[in-house]
């Protein structure tokens, strides 16, 4: 069985390293809720495929961690890399941030 690969794109801004994580299939999509629109913009989720080894790599590496979908959310719970309790859901869809200080 193939390994699955989500997106990840790096920014950097003001000297800090942003990460956005998304699962592939949601990349222009926009949810909604009472309180929130969330449009998971291409520009800012959709750089390169990665699989979850990589991604991990990169979250231990970045200042500021944005990730979207639930696959990716599963398998970085499932690893320990997160808590999937602390995720958002916006129409089904989990969002986290992490800001590391």
Request: charged share 30%.
């Amino acid at each position: 069985m193939e390994e699955k690969e989500f997106y990840i794109k790096i920014h950097v801004r003001k000297g800090k390293t942003i990460l956005a994580i998304s699962d592939p299939e949601i990349i222009g999509k926009s949810f909604t809720d009472r309180e929130t629109d969330f449009y998971i913009n291409e520009k800012f989720y959709k750089g390169q495929k990665e699989k979850i080894n990589e991604i991990i790599n990169q979250i231990n590496q970045a200042d500021i961690i944005n990730i979207v979908g639930n696959s990716v959310i599963n398998e970085l719970h499932r690893r320990k890399v997160i808590n999937k309790k602390l995720a958002k859901k916006i129409s089904g869809v989990m969002h986290i941030q992490i800001v590391k200080v």
